[in-house]
């Protein structure tokens, strides 16, 4: 836990680094945990520091809602903001996870009535959804909060009128934009509000969520939703256009009769060429009349920004960098200023002409590696100075634009989002997404302690936990701004750029790595029983006996109590783990999809999928197969709903797939390939989570309706169903096809027999790419080989983990080998020090045996100590300035071998006997079995109605809750509050009904 010793010589530490000291060199060898420091400085789980309020004379405080005195119910994910014509009023909009909070006293979830969208009044539905605006009164130049309004859905757009009197507000997968007009001292609802009439049903408080591009081709199956991103208005007031996120058009709309007047489409079904996709902002010119003269939107996937004649419709396409995202026109309009999220630069186009006619870097000199996210921007008075954030560095990068070049940087809040400029251009307001999230030892509910440790009904779901920041920071002098600028190189760790001693000895030693990658585990959770390590044993769930290896493995090699994911969810942990950061796209989206939009527009376009596509596969194929043709493509064999063109992903890093050997950036395997290592993947990057039916008879079986669906097999190649639909062009001849990824019906031991069955005909490569997700749990009710609770799931992951580790400890290869075990994320469990402290093993004859190293580690750092033992260079900044895990090495090997663990209840009754047949081995250590509360039948009904298929496509408080009753029982009290209609009163009627269908008494039932 953090003491204030600890807290003291950390912030020493920070306070000498502002006097010339090297502080992200200690930082990264430091003991202490991540969180919050004195002051508002805070170390975070990507192992950056945070000084939002180090600029002299600046002020830094959360979105505060006052909802609840502990803050927990404030607002995250702040976006955007606009300052109003006059200068005198600040909007703050928010775009992410602000759901599922409960009166701290009552423990109920605070709810809000939905709007009409006719008549602007409330309406009988209620929802616990709540992103916010925020108004403020700059007025006098410090930030006094006039009101919050609540909005259930937005996605990133925020525009004034011209004339101050109302403003408008992406509903994002409302399909509709909210208008709000000034009456006396306050904005009120302005109806009709615009819809926009993708989604059906669209007059309704929520409407259908079924507007996206794919809704009226043969391919509906599988449409997404409407989005509507970025606006913007016409000087006169009488114009708006819209970017339509989902449906790659924008609608243009008279604000006056609140109409579509036309919706231009940039992309259709069927069409070839890959064009204005993904369109997220909006810049509208106006004629020096006022009226809409050229409207400007930033396509994400196509890297390019699309000029549109508002009157004639003719398009005009300009390339600019890569991920393109907010954009802002000069003064005069004679300049477009274009942040390109993934290449570090901004882009200034020649409105006049619509070409780009400068690219302003803002890299720092001869830096060759990206990951600033730049992600808005904002104009001084005079036009002399350019705003940028920086997501990726916590910074305002501040550009001469005499010069071009960056002229400094200003520290911020954990990934600002937006920056406004006062109207006296004397003071900048940032807000921020996210903050640090502290114990959440009640997450889930699990357990006794964890429950007790929560007496106001807090929401410690890791998402929940982060709040957005507003930061008031007046404009630093030549001076100030060159202090503050190395102190964001000190913060993002620049001065750790320098060859480790112990990894370039190990380089010579170390020439394969394994990396592994499970799912969603906190270290307490399954580890916080260890008799060594900073564990808290009355918030594990998974002790020894269901997870034997896991524990053994902490004991035999090094026990890493200090480590963290550095990402919250799925979406956000697949990118850290595999490219050591994420993208805009990635950050503005994965909170929405994750909290309030719920899979209803957006999708999971995190694991090389983009709206449900496989984007490596083809669009159609002579030999139609879910494994070699894309689901449009099974779906409509014509080509007619085909879309995506190209395997450009839009949410991937830049140089994905560049494998030329000076390229930069990309995955793992990118670099390793370019470096010309070989590479074997086993699960990543494989789209598993297509929809499918099986039959009910045998969920083996596909049901001959569905042509998508891939059967399961526990001997796959013998059978000869290949497994893997691949979504990344240069891992598709590295993929062992008959290795299943991401399905909770499957058996992870059954995945490791394939895995040795492709390592014998294969051989080792230098990088191989492994993934086991069993222990995400789920698919009860479908699981196959009677792997049909959490407890079987956890032990048929943990006995896979231990197999692959004997395997290899027992191959010649062993002595020049490290293998790397994380999970993508911690959000599905307890922690007492930190929501983000989770497992990670370094499994190699070079770790120090029975040890605990308690080095403040992450997931970037597992990725930099990869790349520097196999000698293949780095991706982005934030792994090239992360330190190495060398605290953990040593130059004495072990070459003891593993032997595996069976978990005793993979010997059950319950579980397929063919499964493990180390179970009638009397030889073969094998652990007590451990009591298992609920069967099969209770878990499937009390999640019958979840998806399972991909990753999180379900509440995961709702399914954390179903966890804690399943497995420790309802009599821990759990407060009754749900944001779904009460889910005790649910869970207590499917249990009844499953008592009465299996004729049990309730007594029994328990068993």
């Known amino acids: 836990m953090t003491t204030k010793k600890n807290l003291g010589s950390l912030l020493s530490i920070l306070l000498a680094g502002t006097l010339g000291v090297n502080t992200q060199a200690v930082f990264a060898r430091t003991t202490s945990p991540v969180g919050n420091l004195d002051g508002d400085a805070a170390l975070l789980p990507t192992g950056q520091v945070i000084t939002p309020s180090a600029t002299p004379g600046s002020t830094f405080a959360p979105l505060k809602t006052d909802l609840r005195k502990d803050g927990n119910a404030d607002a995250a994910e702040a976006v955007t903001t606009a300052l109003s014509p006059d200068g005198k009023t600040l909007l703050v909009l928010t775009s992410g996870y602000n759901q599922n909070f409960k009166d701290e006293n009552t423990g109920n979830t605070f709810t809000y009535a939905v709007l009409d969208p006719t008549t602007g009044k409330a309406s009988s539905v209620k929802t616990a959804k709540a992103e916010w605006v925020f108004v403020y009164d700059v007025s006098n130049g410090k930030l006094v909060k006039r009101q919050q309004i609540n909005i259930p859905n937005t996605y990133n757009g925020l525009t004034w009128s011209q004339d101050g009197q109302r403003f408008y507000v992406s509903g994002g997968i409302d399909d509709r934009i909210y208008v709000y007009s000034l009456s006396g001292n306050q904005y009120v609802p302005d109806a ?35 989005v509507v991103a970025g606006l913007a208005v016409s000087k006169d007031g009488k114009t708006l256009v819209a970017a339509n996120f989902e449906n790659d058009s924008i609608s243009i709309v008279d604000t006056t009769t609140r109409q579509v007047i036309k919706e231009i489409k940039f992309f259709e079904p069927g069409d070839k060429i890959a064009t204005g996709e993904f369109p997220f902002d909006v810049a509208l010119k106006s004629t020096n009349y006022g009226l809409a003269d050229t409207a400007y939107i930033s396509s994400q996937r196509d890297n390019e920004v699309l000029a549109v004649d508002v009157n004639s419709g003719k398009i005009t396409r300009i390339p600019v960098g890569s991920q393109p995202n907010k954009m802002l026109l000069s003064t005069d309009q004679n300049q477009l200023y274009v942040a390109n999220g993934n290449s570090d630069s901004i882009s200034v186009i020649d409105t006049n002409a619509n070409k780009v006619v400068q690219t302003i870097s803002l890299s720092r000199p001869g830096d060759k590696y990206k990951g600033a996210n730049p992600n808005s921007l904002a104009l001084n008075s005079n036009n002399s100075q350019l705003y940028v954030t920086l997501g990726g560095e916590n910074a305002v ?86 202090t503050l600028s190395t102190q964001v190189d000190k913060n ?3 001065s750790n750029r320098r060859p480790d001693r112990t990894m370039q000895y190990l380089q010579g030693k170390i020439k394969h790595v394994i990396y592994i990658i499970k799912e969603n585990r906190t270290y307490d959770q399954v580890l916080g029983d260890l008799p060594v390590g900073n564990g808290d044993p009355a918030l594990t769930l998974f002790p020894q006996n269901i997870s034997p290896n896991h524990h053994q493995l902490a004991l035999d090699f090094a026990t890493f109590d200090n480590f963290y994911d550095s990402g919250e969810s799925s979406g956000v942990g697949w990118n850290w783990s595999t490219y050591a950061r994420t993208t805009d796209y990635t950050e503005k989206s994965q909170s929405v999809l994750y909290g309030n939009a719920g899979f209803n527009g957006l999708t999971y376009d995190y694991e090389g999928t983009n709206r449900n596509i496989s984007l490596a596969l083809p669009q159609t194929s002579a030999n139609t197969s879910p494994v070699n043709t894309r689901l449009t493509g099974i779906l409509d064999p014509s080509g007619q709903s085909s879309i995506l063109p190209g395997d450009r992903d839009v949410d991937a890093p830049e140089g994905d797939g560049e494998l030329e050997p000076n390229a930069i950036g990309g995955y793992l395997w990118d670099a390793a390939l370019r470096a010309g290592k070989t590479v074997r993947n086993y699960g990543f990057f494989v789209d598993n989570g297509i929809p499918y039916t099986s039959s009910q008879s045998d969920p083996t079986k596909p049901d001959p309706k569905n042509p998508a669906y891939i059967p399961v097999s526990a001997t796959p190649y013998a059978d000869k169903i290949p497994q893997a639909p691949i979504t990344k062009t240069a891992l598709l001849d590295k993929t062992d096809l008959y290795f299943r990824s991401f399905d909770q019906n499957n058996s992870d031991v059954y995945l490791i027999n394939e895995w040795e069955r492709d390592l014998a005909q294969n051989g080792m490569p230098n990088l191989m790419l492994v993934r086991l997700s069993h222990d995400h749990f789920g698919s009860f009710g479908t699981a196959l080989f009677g792997l049909n609770t959490p407890e079987l799931q956890m032990a048929d992951n943990d006995y896979a983990v231990g197999r692959l580790v004997e395997k290899i400890s027992h191959m010649p290869e062993w002595k020049e080998t490290a293998i790397f075990i994380i999970e993508d994320d911690s959000q599905n469990g307890p922690d007492h020090v930190d929501s983000h402290r989770s ?25 930099r100590t990869m790349e520097d033992l196999l000698n293949i260079g780095y991706l982005a900044i934030t792994d090239a300035n992360a330190e190495p895990m060398s605290d953990a090495f040593t130059r004495t090997p072990d070459f003891t071998p593993y032997t595996a663990i069976v978990p005793g209840n993979l010997c059950g009754n319950t579980v397929d006997a063919k499964l493990v047949p180390a179970c009638q081995d009397q030889n073969v250590k094998k652990t007590a079995v451990v009591p298992i509360l609920h069967a099969k039948n209770w878990w499937a009904d009390m999640t019958k109605d979840f998806d399972f298929i991909g990753e999180d496509k379900l509440d995961p408080e709702e399914f954390n809750e179903i966890l804690w009753a399943g497995i420790k029982g309802d009599e821990i009290p759990y407060p009754e509050n749900r944001s779904r209609a009460n889910l005790r009163q649910n869970r207590a009627q499917l249990l009844k009904r499953w008592q009465l269908s299996e004729n049990l008494r309730p007594t029994q039932a328990q068993k």
């Open 192 to 226: 009709p509000f615009i819809l926009l009439g993708h989604n059906s049903n669209q007059t309704s408080p929520f409407p259908n969520y079924d507007g996206g591009l794919l809704k009226d081709t043969p391919a509906k199956a599988v449409a997404t939703g409407a």
């Open 492 to 494: 993002n760790g620049f």
């Open 397 to 482: 990068a501040v550009v001469d634009l005499k010069s071009k070049k960056v002229a400094g940087r200003i520290p911020t809040g954990w990934y600002p989002n937006s920056v406004s400029v006062s109207a006296d251009g004397k003071k900048l307001y940032v807000v921020n997404a996210k903050s640090t999230s502290g114990p959440n030892p009640s997450n889930s509910r699990t357990t006794a302690a964890g429950t007790a440790r929560n007496t106001n009904f807090r929401n410690e779901y890791n998402w929940a936990l982060e709040k957005a920041g507003i930061a008031a920071i007046p404009v630093p002098n030549g001076g100030t701004l060159a």
């Open 839 to 863: 497992l990670a093993y370094v499994i190699s004859p070079y770790i120090k045996r029975n040890t605990v190293v308690s080095t403040n580690y992450n997931t970037i750092s597992i990725l």
